[in-house]
Structure formats: structure tokens, C-alpha cells
């Protein structure tokens, strides 16, 4: 309680009481304290930067910040608490008066009529939290005040680093112009002469300073003078040498507000995105940009005249470094290296930004690598290298088919690289004929563009006779206007040279027959691969103010560091961009102009569907198409499986299985023929045929369903080739069900083994079935016979053709076989060897002359011809055969009909497989190739190449560009927006 009061007074408020009565503190003490208290609130708020100085603490202004509010409540209520407590004082008065024994007695009393006030502890935070809550909204609130215009630039942090910088540069001219006085001052007291600042700086070294003091009066005045010239130079290198710590103290302050700076900016990007989560996201300048030029790729893979959009091409020869030059201006390992192979074999457009995180990405994948990670670094190499491998297929070395990707990070300087490959002198055996030629015409066609900033690396570490880029550029851009001349590994160079004023004559722009805007030495690496880019800068700073070549200022020092080299170039890009984006605007919307006048002429009642448009609406017709399978009907479906099926099986029943029973002569021999015929193929071929046969049924089904749709007037050709191509495609890759052809190998066998016709209707079928299927065969083997023989005499003279001598032997050959079935019906279907003799004797008497096997070939079709006929004429015989066949009669007099039995044996065969078929399609395999057909779309929907090969025509092209120019001038005309807002 004693701490409590000298804590009080300690803040300079009044605790003599101004006692009225016995029972408390008069109004005035009351007032008192509250003045108090309110001072104390208002020294408090106008500390924290929330009231002014002199303002008083108006109770009627309500706070803007809910946490300060609350800071006040709990001050308020803390007081209170507090001037409860300090009524104990007038206990201690009492008990002066009273006596010990009536203190403590009213002590207890108040004691016990006190609140427990335990709850007031849980209530608030500790004392900690709150200064640290106290800490860190200040914080904010410092870094946020003067940075609601934007998160671009931090003014305050601006005015602080300027000020900042003000203040060494000033310190350091004081500091030179002390050490330039006291140089003067010194040579004063040793001589007359007057040592100015140039004079200082032209002393080479002690003997010649010594010399100038040199005067005739004597050895001991000249030893004197040699000392005090001495003395002199080793000031001047402590001078040289403080000089240099305070360039170095100068950088590390620099560094260090960069580092400020960059933190403070990620700060901001982080609070303007989580401020604006519920809002659409506005894109940067860059991006833009970039998009832009995404959209010029796709357009024009050739890289078309109308594209003179600004973007920084780096061109050098090959392992001169530009990959390294581009990295360090990434600040990221983003690129896979090799030792001495070429590893840029694609043209890599790296689009630079600023953002919180150093991230990258491609721009057709969502997946973000974390450059802070090595993981996502090794991640983002090997996909690289996989893409250039995938650009370069079919054996080419190097290819034009750009790699767009985006780096993202704190402190980037925005623009938009393209690395390309690097120019070669010799050709390898394992590089692809003409790939020298290649790369230098890429290189030209990039750099062809009027507004491309050439960044042509050049290798420090070799001879300059042996490059090769500097004549390119030259010969692209001979009066530099647009070139930015940057020396790598210039580490290396200075160890090597003999000459290090060779050095001064490369970034002098006087040993290359080249001009440039501006000329970079930089150094990018120690040799080692694993070097992190944090350790690359060290290395170069180390370098730069340790080197005698720079040290001795024979090159300036804004033309090294690729520090300086981002900054020269950023600018000069973004100067570029803003005077000639809108010149490019006004082109493309010429060219859009010129475009939709062709549209109109030409497609005038057509909408402009671009590609792909037109490929989803034939998707949308192809999967109607296929829904309109579940239209048809059942019978139709097993009247086309039916058919298709005897379409397959007619030759293997009549060449395997009827001919060969039919021409044995014997009922019994015929039957056991055809049962153990029709168990062998029902058990092994039939089923896989019924398979085929229905999946050919579905496709031609669909393709009926397809061809129907072409005679609507709403039918357009356009989409023939594209749906013919998908019906194809899945009918390829379709396979059916696997137990269908178990299920049919069971059905078949039980339906094959039935041979008794149940009714007079199912005999009748089968009579017909046999007589059609005979027809059929008659009409093909009548075709084959008169192909053999040649035209007869009515077709000679009405054709006006002739045989050939081998038809006229075939005919006189067939005319006597004739003969020889004609007396012999019932002929075995062979030749015996004396019918041959006789045949060829028959023929030589008549002049022709023919071997047996020329015999044999014409009586096959003879025979045939001939039992055709016969089981045609029985079949006509056995239309009313059915009653004898189902009483069983069997006598010569009785027609033989077995052949009927077989047909119709078949025939339920066809029957029950059409069913079970049928089921299965539309079951199963009708929405199995729905899913194929699907598959199929989906597959060419992202095969840019397919769509074009199917999708083709001048209305398809025409429609492109259209888009294209669209899409181009409509991003150019809002990123000229947005620059002419930033202006």
C-alpha cells in the first residue's frame, strides 16, 4: 500500500487529503485526483502519438482505433480499482485518532466488504501483452501513415533514405576536404610549396614527391626532404585506405536501407492482399505486359513484323554467361547449367516483377516454386530442362517454341528478358544439320525488332578477336541505340590480362567496332555451380572495391555490379515501352479493322467462332449423337446385329461347314459332319466374331445416327472431319466387355445342339433362310464362272468385247464338264484321274490344249455352280416338307431336308446372339463408349495441334486472328491505361 502512494507521488499527484468530516474526502480532493488522473491519460495518448501536445483530453471525441478504446476503458477502469484502494489512507488517520485496536477493527471491517476481485486478473492480459499489443500497433501505424496512396513507394521510408544518404555524402565530402587541407597543411610546414588537390592526387610515388623537394644545399636537407616525403605518401595511403572504408561504410549503409526497404515493401504487398481478399486482385504493369506478349506468341510462332512490342533480348555466345547475367538479375539459380554443352535450346521469356515472396511460375501451370527453397529451385531446373527437351523432339538441336515463365520477389526491377541460345562457331557430329545457321537467325529475327533492347553478353575471360555476337549486333543495331554492352567474368579477365587498359577500352566502347547506350562490367560466379546468389553478390562487391582495376578508378563505378546493370536496364525498357505501346496499339487496331470487313463480306450470316469455340460445339453434336443411340428400338438393333452377323459367318457355313457335309451323299455322314463341325467353331471363333460383329454394328450404327444429322439444314461440314476422327479414336481404343464372349460361347453351343423345328412358321423361316442364303451364293460363284470364261456371244456383240485365249480354253473346258454332269447328276464333287485323261483328250481333239490343274481350277467353279443349283431345287422341294420331317419318314421317296434343318439351326443361332448382343450395348457398352467417346474429346480439346489438323479452313483461320487481334488490342489499350495512371 506504501509503494502504491510513493508510486503516486512519484507521478506528481497530490495525496494530502482535504478532509470536510470523519467519513471520507471532500469534493474538492475528488476533483483533485481527477485532474490528476486526466493529465496523466492525456501525457500518456499524446506520448503514443494519438493527441497532440497541446490539446486537451476531450472525453467527447470518440477513438478511431478499437484498441486504443479499449486501452482506455482498461485505464479507466484500473483507476477506480485504484482510488478504492487509496481510501485505505484514511484508515491510517483514524487509527491515529482511534487507537490501534479501532484501526484494525475497521481495517477488517473494509476488508471484508471489499469484492472478490480475483475475476479482474483473468479479465485482462498481463502487462507484457498489452506492450507488446501497444508495440506493434504503433509500429503499423509509423509504417502505414504515409503509405494509403499506394504500396508502390513508401514516401516516408523514401524521405528517411534520402536524408540518410544526404547525410554520408556530406560527411564523407567533409572528411575528404579535412584530409585534403591537412595534406596541404603538411606540405606547408615542410616546404614553401603550395600542394593542391590535384597535386596530391598526381603523386605517383615517394622519390618523385622526394625529388621535387630536392634543393642544392646539401646531403642532410636532401635525406630530410626523402623522409618528409615519405611520411607524406604513407599518409596519402592511409588516406586512400579510409577512404575506402567509408565507401565501404557507405554500401553497407545502402545495403542495409535496401534491406529496409525491401522488408517494408513486402509488408505492404502482404497487407494491400490481405486487405483486398474480397476484391479482385489488380494486376501489375509488368504482368500485363507480359500477358501481352504471351498472346503475340500465340498469335504469330514466326514472330511477325506487326509485333514491335519492347522486351530485352540477351544474345551472346555460347558459356559467355548470359544465363548467369539474367539469374543474377532474377536473383535466383532458375536455369539448369552444363559444363560446356549447350543448355538453352528454347527461348526463355522470364517476365521480372515485384511481389512478397521470391516465387516463380509457368504460364500455363498453377504450381508456384519458392525460390528461398532449394528443393523448389532443383524442381524449377529440371522442369525447364524438361521443357527445352520437349521443344526439341523429332532430333532438332534447338527449337523457336518459347518458354514463358514469371519470377516474382521484393526489390525485382520490373521487365520482361527473353534468353536465347547462344551463338556457336563450330558444329558438332551431335547437333542437327544447320543448327549454326539456326540460332543466328533466331538471334536476328529477335533482335530485328525496332524496339528490342540487345543485351549482348560478352565473355571477359577471352580474347576479343573470338567473338562473334558483337559483329551481329552491330550489324543489327550499328548506331546503339537500343544496345546495352555488358563484360562478364571480369574476375578472371583482370588475373589473365597483361594489358588491364584493354579493359578500359571494352567499357570505353573503343575496341569493339560496335556502339552502345551503355557498357557493364560485372562478375557472376566464382566457378562453382552451387554458389547461392547471396554469395555471387558478395563476391562481386568484394571484387569491385578490392581491385586496383576499379580501385585506381579507371572505370567509373556505375558501370559495374549487376546492381547497376538491373537499374540501367529497367529504365531504359520502360522507356521504351511508353513511346512505342501505342503506336503498337494503333496497328493492331487497323489490322482488326481490316479483319471483321472480311468477315463480313465473306461469312456475313455466320457468328465469329474462333477454334476453339467451334471444337466445344461439336462436342456438344458428337455427344448428342451419341445419346440418340438409346433412341433406337430393340428390333432395330437386332435386325443390324443379325445381318452384320450372317454378313461374317456366310463363308465359314458354306465353305466349312455345308458344302463339305452336303456333297457326302449320306444323311447320317451329314449330320455327324455338321455336329461336330458347329460344337468345334461354336467353341472357339463364333463368340470372338459375335464380339466384332456387334462392335461393328455399334459404330455403324452411330455413324447412321451421324450421317442422318448431315441432312438437317442446320448440318455444318465444318465438323465432318473432327467427328469422323473421335468415332475412329474410341472405336480404337474400345475393347468389350471381357465375359460377353463367355456368356455368348454358352448361349451359342445350347442353340446349335437343338435340331428340331418346332412349328410349320419356324420351318418356313428356315426354307427361306436357306433359299436367300443360296441365291446369294449362286449369284457370286455365276459371277466368278463368267469372269473366268469371258463374255458370251451376245455380250461380244452388244459390249463390243472379246475374250482372251485363256477364256476361250476356260469355256471349252467348261462346256465339257458340262457334259459330264449332265450325264452323271449326282457327280462325286472330284475329278477321277480317268475323267481328267478323258477331259484333255476331248479338248485336244477340238485344238485346245490344257493340263489337268487348268481343268481342275475350271471344274470347281463348274461343280459348284452345279450343286448350288441342286440345293436350291431341293430347297423349293422341301416348302412343304415339314409334316414328313415331323412324323420322322425317311425313304427314297422322301426329300432329303437336312440341309433345311441346318439353316435353321443357324438362323436361331443369329437370333439368340442379336438378342444377348443387343442387351449388351444397351446395357453396358453403349455408355462404355459414351465414356470413350468422351475420353477421346477431352484429349483433343488440349491438343492444339490435333484441332488444327481437323478444324482447318479460311473461315476457322480467319476467326483466329480475329480473336487474337482482339484479345491483343484490348490488353494493350488497358495496359496503356494503367501506364498513363502511373505517369
Known amino acids: 500500500m506504501i509503494s502504491t502512494v510513493n508510486k503516486f507521488k512519484k507521478a506528481g499527484m497530490s495525496l494530502r487529503p482535504m478532509v470536510s468530516s470523519s467519513t471520507g474526502p471532500s469534493s474538492t480532493s475528488q476533483i483533485l485526483k481527477y485532474r490528476n488522473y486526466q493529465t496523466m491519460t492525456g501525457q500518456y495518448y499524446r506520448h503514443r502519438g494519438i493527441l497532440s501536445r497541446h490539446s486537451?483530453?476531450?472525453?467527447?471525441?470518440?477513438?478511431?482505433?478499437?484498441?486504443?478504446?479499449?486501452?482506455?476503458?482498461?485505464?479507466?477502469?484500473?483507476?477506480?480499482?485504484?482510488?478504492?484502494?487509496?481510501?485505505?489512507?484514511?484508515?491510517?488517520?483514524g487509527g491515529a485518532v482511534g487507537g490501534g485496536i479501532s484501526l484494525q477493527r475497521s481495517y477488517e471491517e473494509w476488508r471484508d466488504s471489499l469484492p472478490d476481485s480475483k475475476w479482474i486478473k483473468d479479465l485482462f492480459p498481463s502487462t507484457e501483452k498489452v506492450d507488446s499489443f501497444r508495440g506493434s500497433l504503433m509500429d503499423l501505424s509509423s509504417k502505414f501513415r504515409d503509405s494509403l496512396e499506394g504500396l508502390d513507394i513508401d514516401p516516408r521510408l523514401k524521405v528517411f533514405g534520402d536524408r540518410k544518404i544526404s547525410e554520408l555524402r556530406a560527411w564523407f565530402d567533409n572528411r575528404l576536404e579535412d584530409a585534403i587541407k591537412a595534406a596541404e597543411d603538411e606540405g606547408k610546414e615542410g616546404n614553401d610549396k603550395v600542394i593542391t588537390q590535384d597535386s596530391v592526387s598526381d603523386v605517383a610515388s615517394p622519390v618523385v614527391l622526394a625529388e621535387s623537394f630536392v634543393t642544392p644545399t646539401g646531403a642532410e636537407k636532401h635525406a630530410e626532404e626523402r623522409k618528409k616525403a615519405e611520411s607524406m605518401q604513407q599518409k596519402i595511403d592511409k588516406m586512400q585506405e579510409?577512404?575506402?572504408?567509408?565507401?565501404?561504410?557507405?554500401?553497407?549503409?545502402?545495403?542495409?536501407?535496401e534491406r529496409d526497404n525491401k522488408e517494408l515493401r513486402k509488408q505492404l504487398l502482404l497487407k494491400g492482399h490481405s486487405g483486398s481478399t474480397n476484391r479482385k486482385i489488380k494486376k501489375s504493369l509488368i504482368d500485363m505486359y507480359s500477358e501481352v506478349l504471351d498472346e503475340l506468341c500465340?498469335?504469330?510462332?514466326?514472330?511477325?513484323?506487326?509485333?514491335?512490342?519492347?522486351?530485352?533480348?540477351?544474345?551472346?555466345?555460347?558459356?559467355?554467361?548470359?544465363?548467369?547475367?539474367?539469374?543474377?538479375?532474377?536473383?535466383a539459380r532458375i536455369f539448369p547449367r552444363g559444363a560446356g554443352e549447350m543448355m538453352t535450346r528454347a527461348p526463355v521469356k522470364v517476365t521480372l516483377s515485384e511481389g512478397p515472396y521470391h516465387i516463380a511460375q509457368f504460364k500455363d501451370s498453377s504450381r508456384e516454386f519458392d525460390l528461398s527453397k532449394e528443393s523448389d529451385l532443383s524442381d524449377l531446373r529440371k522442369e525447364v530442362e524438361l521443357r527445352m527437351l520437349n521443344s526439341v523432339k523429332h532430333g532438332k538441336t534447338v527449337s523457336s517454341e518459347v518458354i514463358s515463365m514469371t519470377v516474382k520477389g521484393p526489390g525485382l526491377q520490373r521487365m520482361v528478358l527473353v534468353d536465347l541460345p547462344g551463338i556457336i562457331s563450330t558444329q558438332t557430329t551431335e547437333m542437327e544439320s544447320g543448327t549454326r545457321e539456326a540460332i543466328r537467325q533466331m538471334t536476328q529475327t529477335y533482335m530485328s525488332n525496332p524496339n528490342a533492347i540487345i543485351l549482348c553478353i560478352q565473355d571477359g575471360a577471352v580474347d576479343a578477336e573470338r567473338s562473334n555476337v558483337t559483329d551481329l549486333v552491330a550489324q543489327m543495331d550499328p548506331q546503339g541505340k537500343r544496345t546495352i554492352f555488358v563484360l562478364t567474368k571480369v574476375d578472371l579477365a583482370e588475373e589473365n590480362l597483361t594489358k588491364p587498359d584493354r579493359i578500359?577500352?571494352?567499357?570505353?566502347g573503343k575496341l569493339f567496332p560496335m556502339r552502345a547506350l551503355g557498357y557493364f562490367a560485372v562478375v557472376t560466379g566464382r566457378g562453382n555451380k552451387d554458389d547461392s546468389i547471396a554469395t555471387i553478390k558478395q563476391y562481386e562487391e568484394n571484387f569491385f572495391s578490392t581491385s586496383k582495376l576499379f580501385k585506381e578508378g579507371l572505370v567509373p563505378s556505375t558501370q559495374v555490379t549487376t546492381k547497376n546493370l538491373s537499374l540501367a536496364v529497367s529504365e531504359c525498357f520502360w522507356?521504351?515501352?511508353?513511346?512505342?505501346?501505342?503506336?503498337?496499339?494503333?496497328?493492331?487496331?487497323?489490322?482488326?479493322?481490316?479483319l471483321e470487313t472480311e468477315w463480313k463480306n465473306n461469312f456475313p450470316r455466320l457468328r465469329e467462332l474462333d477454334r476453339n469455340e467451334l471444337f466445344e460445339k461439336a462436342r456438344g453434336e458428337i455427344l448428342d449423337e451419341v445419346v440418340n443411340l438409346s433412341l433406337v428400338s430393340p428390333k432395330e438393333w437386332e435386325e443390324a446385329l443379325m445381318k452384320k452377323l450372317w454378313e461374317k459367318v456366310a463363308t465359314h457355313v458354306f465353305e466349312n461347314l455345308y458344302l463339305p457335309a452336303a456333297q457326302s451323299n449320306s444323311s447320317g455322314t451329314f449330320n455327324t459332319t455338321i455336329d461336330i463341325r458347329l460344337k468345334q467353331w461354336a467353341d472357339q471363333q463364333l463368340p470372338r466374331k459375335s464380339v466384332e460383329?456387334?462392335?461393328?454394328?455399334?459404330?455403324?450404327?452411330?455413324?447412321?445416327?451421324?450421317?442422318k444429322a448431315k441432312l438437317s439444314k442446320d448440318h455444318d461440314n465444318i465438323f465432318d472431319q473432327l467427328k469422323a476422327a473421335v468415332v475412329d479414336e474410341s472405336m480404337r481404343k474400345h475393347q468389350w466387355e471381357d465375359k460377353a464372349a463367355e456368356v455368348l460361347r454358352v448361349i451359342q453351343l445350347n442353340t446349335l445342339e437343338d435340331r428340331s423345328v418346332h412349328d410349320k412358321q419356324q420351318w418356313d423361316s428356315a426354307v427361306q433362310f436357306v433359299e436367300r442364303s443360296v441365291k446369294e451364293k449362286l449369284q457370286v460363284t455365276e459371277e466368278n464362272l463368267n469372269n473366268l470364261v469371258g463374255p458370251s456371244r451376245t455380250q461380244q456383240w452388244l459390249q463390243w468385247t472379246n475374250a482372251t485365249s485363256e477364256?476361250?480354253?476356260?469355256?471349252?473346258?467348261?462346256?465339257?464338264l458340262e457334259r459330264l454332269l449332265f450325264s452323271e447328276r449326282n457327280h462325286p464333287p472330284t475329278l477321277s484321274y480317268e475323267e481328267l485323261t478323258a477331259a484333255r483328250r476331248n479338248m485336244?481333239?477340238?485344238?485346245?490344249?490344257?493340263?489337268?490343274?487348268?481343268?481342275?481350277?475350271?471344274?470347281?467353279?463348274?461343280y459348284r455352280r452345279h450343286f448350288l443349283r441342286k440345293s436350291l431345287s431341293r430347297a423349293y422341294e422341301c416348302r412343304k416338307g415339314f409334316w414328313m420331317y415331323h412324323q420322322g419318314l425317311e425313304n427314297e421317296q422322301v426329300v432329303d431336308c437336312n440341309d433345311v434343318v441346318l439353316f435353321w439351326r443357324i438362323q436361331q443361332m443369329l437370333k439368340v446372339t442379336a438378342n444377348a448382343l443387343r442387351q449388351q450395348i444397351m446395357n453396358r457398352e453403349a455408355r462404355r463408349f459414351e465414356k470413350e467417346i468422351k475420353e477421346v474429346l477431352e484429349v483433343y480439346s488440349q491438343d492444339r495441334e490435333k484441332k488444327e489438323q481437323l478444324l482447318t479452313g479460311r473461315r476457322v483461320q480467319l476467326a483466329e486472328e480475329l480473336k487474337r487481334v482482339r484479345q491483343i488490342q484490348e490488353k494493350l489499350e488497358e495496359f496503356i491505361k494503367s501506364l498513363n495512371a502511373e505517369k
Open 242 to 257: 579510409e577512404l575506402m572504408k567509408v565507401q565501404l561504410k557507405y554500401q553497407k549503409e545502402l545495403e542495409k536501407l
Open 298 to 331: 500465340d498469335y504469330d510462332v514466326g514472330y511477325s513484323t506487326h509485333d514491335h512490342l519492347p522486351r530485352v533480348v540477351v544474345v551472346g555466345d555460347q558459356s559467355s554467361g548470359k544465363t548467369s547475367v539474367l539469374e543474377m538479375i532474377a536473383q
Open 807 to 816: 477364256q476361250k480354253e476356260h469355256a471349252a473346258v467348261k462346256n465339257e
Open 504 to 508: 578500359r577500352k571494352i567499357l570505353s
Open 575 to 594: 522507356k521504351m515501352v511508353r513511346e512505342t505501346v501505342e503506336q503498337q496499339a494503333d496497328a493492331f487496331k487497323a489490322t482488326r479493322f481490316n
Open 844 to 862: 485336244q481333239t477340238n485344238g485346245v490344249d490344257v493340263d489337268n490343274e487348268f481343268i481342275r481350277q475350271t471344274w470347281h467353279h463348274v
Open 693 to 707: 460383329c456387334a462392335w461393328e454394328t455399334l459404330k455403324e450404327e452411330f455413324n447412321r445416327l451421324v450421317e
Open 56 to 93: 486537451p483530453l476531450n472525453r467527447s471525441i470518440p477513438f478511431q482505433n478499437p484498441a486504443i478504446y479499449q486501452t482506455r476503458n482498461v485505464g479507466f477502469m484500473v483507476g477506480r480499482i485504484i482510488r478504492g484502494v487509496l481510501k485505505i489512507r484514511y484508515l491510517l488517520i
